[in-house]
């Protein structure tokens, strides 16, 4: 009479051929979520910019976008009391995010205090640059 199953040795090596298999799929989906990151943050930069932006020609009225390690914050400047308010703000998850200045935009769609913010992760990197005439420009640099 045969015996019916697995020997030890063929389980142990489907076991190993598995485990090796499931970790290369890790590997590979924690590249890719670094890689999500990395698009979302820049993303998330323009969007500001541009935001600020349109809401300054909208609105009338000085928008500005500061940058600090964990996010930004878009803010208004209120006449009034002559102090800038809060209008939005954003936190960036795995990138990291450097800003040479905290671009402010006009009604004229103008900026002043031009920025260069680099947007950086294990995946790569991203210069954002802001010109005087308003316009965001996106490069990949690494």
Known sequence: MRARGFTLIETVLVLALTGLLLYGGAVSFRGFAQ????????????????????KAIWR????????????CRVERYDDGDGTWRLDRSGVFEGVEVRSTNDPAFYPQGTVTNLATITVANSRGAYKITVAITGRVKTVKVA
């Open 35 to 54: 890689t999500l990151r990395l698009q979302t943050g820049v993303w998330q930069v323009t969007s500001a910019l541009n935001q600020a932006r349109f």
């Open 60 to 71: 009338g009225a000085p928008f500005r976008v500061v940058f600090d390690p964990g996010g």
